[in-house]
């Protein structure tokens, strides 16, 4: 089969002259990931593991034949037991006021996957165009993924077990915007897609687990300073909870280890950032606990 390519900033597209069959699929930065929920514990023991929880990944897709035009949030779930998405679907509240429903269809199921000897289920939602602007135009979303008996939460209020740099919510509302910008050529979305990314920062790479405090672990010359954690706790518990703090969150992560790579090499510098920058806002931080 032979495929004709196009890269946008974050979508693929890949035509196959063959079958006159046009398919995109979104880009996601390197510094997030397709993954919204991952929950994994092992009920064994170092000899003999027995992994239990799950893990939920979503991405955009467009197919476009003759005969067909349509988009796709694709899912791929993981887990210990089968939770059966197909008997069930996804529902996306906007604003809480209203509520788009799509129904799950399931294209294929595996078992042993992976080390953890998961379970998994692969399959798609169909979104029309209009659906899509509509979730686009929210300033907030809710996700719900249902299965046959149980479902899971995509949610601002609900951050557990997802990526620290960007709220649940919020990096559901940039998956469609930056989808349907590059799809449709809209630049309605950008200002909110590049106080997230910024441009020229594609391929940034996101600070390691419940890393980010690069000027403090600088001037502190310890990451588990009590000082370090103070900030860090102040940033994952109010900070990432506000859009304006998300926003700026990400600006840092882009700009932050440069300063720090300054910082950390001179003892002036280190001293003077304490006392001028991190002693400052860790009694600043304190107040808004």
Known sequence: MEQQSNNKRFIKQDFDKFNNKSTSELVWPTKFSKKYISIWWNAGDSTVKDYKGMEIDLTLRHVKTPDIETCLIDYMYLGGDWMFLRNGNMIINLDGTENIKLEAKESNTDVGVGFRNAVCEIGFYSISKEELKKVCDAKEVEVRVGGANSYHSIANSDQ??????????????????????????????????????????????????????????????????????????????????????????????????????????????????????????????????
């Open 160 to 289: 557990k077990n997802s990526e620290k740099s960007i709220l649940p919510g919020d990096k559901f509302l940039f998956m469609c915007r930056t989808f349907y910008a590059g799809l449709y050529d809209d630049s309605s979305y950008s200002s909110q897609i590049e106080a997230i990314i910024p441009v020229g920062t594609e391929n940034a790479k996101a600070p390691a687990a419940g890393g980010g405090c690069f000027i403090a672990t600088a001037a502190m010359g310890d990451y588990n300073h009590p000082v370090v954690m103070d900030l860090r706790l102040f940033r994952d518990n109010w900070l990432l909870k506000r859009d304006w703090g998300v926003k700026f969150t990400n600006w840092y992560y882009t700009h932050g280890p440069k300063a720090a790579n300054i910082i950390e090499k001179s003892t002036l510098l280190r001293k003077l950032t304490f006392f001028a920058i991190v002693k400052p806002l860790q009694i600043l931080t304190k107040r808004f606990k």
